[in-house]
């Protein structure tokens, strides 16, 4: 029965990444598998990854062909138990992503959404 729930759920992503407007899904089990996913990924779509909330201690950027990327994570004074997780793209670029995610403290798995940075408000705050 696993399995099929397993072939289901991969045909079913499967499906979804191939559509205009759906976002690709990719889960690390590290900081490495993170940025080689993080690096290999298309800049002009979409992406959710899943990913260990301790790669937002273990590291400060992702490094890939377009520069560092900075990760930061934070608890919002008005938001008490959560983090804002973000990965601000490299100072300039245009072909990077711009990255953000909420989670409970206590987590330790999280997802962040990324967006191509220049389709990425241009109001929005970096730190």
Same mark, same amino acid.
């Given at each position: 029965? =696993?399995?099929? /729930?397993?072939? /289901?759920?991969?045909?079913?992503?499967?499906?979804?990444?191939?559509?205009?407007?759906?976002?690709?899904?990719?889960?690390?089990?590290?900081?490495?598998? #993170?940025?080689?996913? #993080? %690096?290999?990924?298309?800049?002009?779509?979409?992406? /959710? #990854?899943? =990913?260990?909330?301790?790669? #937002?201690?273990?590291?400060?950027? &992702?490094?890939?062909?377009?520069?560092?990327?900075?990760?930061?994570?934070?608890?919002?004074?008005?938001?008490?138990?959560?983090?804002?997780?973000? &990965?601000?793209?490299?100072?300039?670029?245009?072909?990077?992503?711009? %990255?953000?995610?909420?989670?409970? /403290?206590?987590?330790?798995?999280?997802?962040?959404?990324?967006?191509?940075?220049?389709?990425?408000?241009?109001?929005?705050?970096?730190?």
């Amino acid at each position: 029965m =696993l399995r099929l /729930i397993a072939l /289901i759920s991969s045909v079913a992503l499967t499906t979804l990444a191939h559509s205009a407007s759906a976002q690709t899904v990719s889960q690390a089990a590290n900081a490495e598998e #993170f940025t080689k996913q #993080f %690096c290999a990924a298309d800049r002009g779509a979409q992406h /959710i #990854f899943v =990913l260990p909330l301790a790669v #937002f201690d273990e590291q400060k950027s &992702v490094t890939c062909k377009d520069g560092d990327s900075k990760l930061r994570s934070n608890e919002p004074k008005d938001d008490p138990g959560h983090l804002v997780l973000n &990965v601000d793209p490299p100072h300039g670029s245009k072909q990077s992503f711009d %990255c953000d995610g909420k989670v409970d /403290i206590d987590m330790t798995t999280v997802a962040i959404n990324c967006l191509p940075v220049s389709r990425e408000t241009k109001e929005h705050r970096k730190e």
